[in-house]
């Protein structure tokens, strides 16, 4: 079945740590996107894919770095993991903008 | 630029009751594609409905419908006979199609109670 998966669902980890959330996607979308939402709040775009080799920058400035070297797989790292990282970070994908996206489970992260 | 507007943070209704959530929006394109996602507790978002601005006929799903105002640039969502597995975000959504982005609105967090 097509679907969009994220990997880890919850993650704890210690301060200073390296971190990568990995997201893939089996419906051959080139546009993948990664966002940062605080539980029941807004979304924040902070960083964007649409194709191979291709990533920008979002709208809210992240200490994160992504990348695309297959379509179907946009993992986002954290070089060094802080408390100001807790968050949630959601992962989607769209073939075309006016389809819309579809989005994975989310990943919950809680840097102690 | 284009905006989206979700003037209510929170919203309560009882239980097989009619709820109404609002959206605004601001676009100069003439094209556009609005959506409306549904996020659950602890949950995956999903699409909810959708509507393409040319078409003039409100789109529906089953409980859930949309009152397209073009000209007044609305666009809320209706759910009607409430459920509490209605119980969750909703998040506004705009596409202009020239973009490959969606812009989002902050979201309207639904209650639905017994």
């Known amino acids: 079945e097509a679907d969009i998966y994220q990997t880890p669902r919850y993650l704890v980890i210690g301060t200073g740590k390296k971190i990568t959330l990995e997201c893939s996607q089996t419906?051959?979308?080139?546009?993948m996107y990664w966002y940062q939402q605080d539980p029941g709040m807004e979304l924040h775009l902070i960083h964007y894919?649409?194709?191979?080799?291709?990533?920008e920058k979002g709208d809210l400035s992240s200490e994160s770095t992504v990348s695309r070297i297959r379509t179907e797989h946009f993992p986002l790292t954290l070089e060094s993991a802080r408390p100001s990282h807790t968050s949630q970070y959601l992962c989607?994908?769209?073939?075309?903008?006016?389809?819309?996206?579809?989005f994975g489970s989310g990943t919950r992260l809680t840097v102690v | 630029a284009q905006t989206v507007t979700q003037s209510q943070p929170e919203m309560s209704v009882q239980e097989a009751e009619t709820v109404t959530l609002s959206c605004t929006y601001d676009?100069?394109?003439?094209?556009?594609?609005l959506f409306w996602y549904k996020q659950p507790p602890s949950r995956q978002m999903i699409l909810v409905i959708r509507?393409?601005?040319?078409?003039?006929q409100n789109a529906t799903e089953n409980r859930f419908s949309v009152n397209f105002q073009k000209a007044a640039k609305s666009f809320s969502l209706k759910i009607s006979d409430s459920q509490l597995g209605d119980t969750a975000m909703y998040f506004c959504a705009l596409n202009t199609g020239t973009a490959s982005k969606l812009t989002f609105g902050t979201g309207t967090r639904l209650q639905v109670t017994l």
């Open positions: 676009t100069s394109e003439s094209n556009y594609y």
């Open positions: 419906m051959g979308h080139d546009k």
């Open positions: 894919s649409y194709g191979v080799n291709s990533t």
């Open positions: 989607a994908s769209s073939e075309r903008g006016t389809y819309g996206y579809t």
């Open positions: 509507q393409e601005a040319y078409k003039q």
